[in-house]
């Protein structure tokens, strides 16, 4: 069955410093991976995907995952943080052939001015 | 934008009752998810549904809970009885297919006293 494991529950920074958010998942087929983002009070919202190609994916607002098949890992980057990037950040996978979309138990970035 | 509309936002219910909440998917959108989120679980799969026959309830406990898509514009989710221990937000998500994404609604906060 697939899982989902973030290790840091939360995860403080200085604003326009980096940060990386991992996730780990485990499977015993092909995946996709997904990172969603959730602002208080809102629904999950999809920042960026991997399905297949460049490991190395992006999003608009300057993040980025990379896809590491031999650590089964899909952490997130960004390399300067702003207030507004302060939510909960979802990892979340999906196995061949099957629909489901399986989230571990999010990351809560908080940003320090 | 096209968005999951959930209702109602808020729901305080006494043990004992019944609760339903409601949500509209993105017209288009034949792949249907109810999700509970609560701090200590995450998120939690409870259904889904493909051209709204149900495809996989497991997670959703099936004395006390069901969810059901009477048309393509409506799906449902009722708790009968409701108890204090399935206080939690519970989202609905929309989708034509995992790879572009799901789009969730803004969630019912459900408080069982």
């Known amino acids: 069955a697939q899982s989902v494991t973030q290790l840091d529950s939360q995860v403080p920074v200085f604003e326009e410093a980096p940060v990386e958010l991992r996730c780990n998942y485990s499977s015993s087929v092909s995946v996709y991976l997904f990172w969603y983002v959730q602002y208080p009070n809102q629904g999950l919202q999809l920042l960026l995907k991997?399905?297949?190609?460049?490991?190395l994916v992006e999003s608009i607002n300057g993040f980025e995952a990379e896809f590491n098949k031999s650590q089964t890992s899909f952490h997130l980057r960004k390399p300067s943080v702003h207030i507004s990037d302060t939510a909960e950040y979802f990892c979340a996978v999906s196995e061949f052939g099957n629909e489901k979309l399986t989230f571990g138990t999010g990351t809560r970035l908080t940003i320090i001015p | 934008d096209a968005r999951v509309t959930q209702t109602p936002r808020h729901k305080v219910t006494e043990m004992g009752q019944e609760v339903t909440m409601r949500c509209q998917p993105i017209l288009g959108h034949n792949t249907v998810f109810w999700y509970r989120q609560t701090m200590m679980q995450g998120l939690e799969l409870l259904a889904y549904?493909?051209?709204?026959?149900?495809?996989?309830d497991s997670g959703m406990p099936k004395d006390r809970f069901s969810a059901e898509m009477p048309d393509a514009t409506l799906a449902t989710l009722k708790i009968q009885p409701s108890e204090p221990r399935d206080s939690a937000v519970y989202f609905c998500?929309?989708?034509?297919?995992?790879?572009?994404?799901?789009?969730f609604g803004s969630g019912t906060r459900l408080t069982v006293v």
């Open positions: 991997y399905l297949s190609g460049s490991t």
């Open positions: 998500a929309s989708g034509e297919d995992r790879e572009f994404g799901y789009t």
């Open positions: 549904f493909r051209n709204r026959a149900p495809l996989d």
